[in-house]
């Protein structure tokens, strides 16, 4: 018979890339059941800021559910949620995205081109790419957004 896992909240954790569990090393590999709680929020995980910094970015939380709590997974699965007129970071760093609408939908910048993106849109983000999403809409704009584990500090760009 299995043993049950008791689900943990994550606390203090930040999208900066000095992250905890930004260590691909050793690892916490046990099964685990992120269930869907309805409204993009999933047990086990919690709420939290975009970055500890304000400058640069309005209106967006995430939501770890793969990467803050040991696993060694060489990727880190986040969903971030951008307000009606919030928007990320304007930024370039050497590790790669892949961005999948899953809620309403929003705009990417990559490069010196705009994109509309709407549920279940995938979108890559090569490393070194001048990127940004935004939100000019009334709804909410969410997105699952997969990166490296182990990434370098973005450089934002003004």
């Known amino acids: 018979m299995a043993k049950k896992n008791k689900e943990t909240e994550t606390k203090g954790l930040t ?3 000095r992250s905890q569990g930004a260590d691909t090393g050793g690892g916490n590999n046990t099964n685990k059941i992120y269930r869907h709680k309805g409204a993009c929020r999933w047990s086990g995980t919690r709420t939290e800021r975009y970055k500890q910094k304000d400058g640069g970015w309005s209106d967006i939380s995430r939501n770890v ?3 803050n ?10 969903y971030f949620e951008i307000a009606s007129g919030g928007f990320s970071s304007l930024e370039r760093h050497r590790h790669e995205h ?9 705009k990417v910048v990559i490069g010196e ?3 509309v993106i709407k549920h279940l849109d995938t979108v890559y983000i090569a ?3 001048v990127h ?3 939100n000019p809409y009334d ?9 490296n584990a182990g990434r370098d500090k973005p450089k934002l760009v003004k």
């Open 69 to 78: 709590s040991g696993e060694s997974a060489k990727f880190h699965l986040r």
């Open 15 to 17: 999208c900066d890339w």
């Open 113 to 115: 081109k705009s994109h």
């Open 139 to 147: 709804e909410p704009f969410g997105f699952f957004c997969i990166v």
């Open 98 to 106: 892949v961005v999948v609408c899953i809620k309403g939908k929003g």
């Open 127 to 129: 490393p070194n790419t």
């Open 65 to 67: 559910l793969i990467g």
């Open 132 to 134: 940004q999403l935004s």
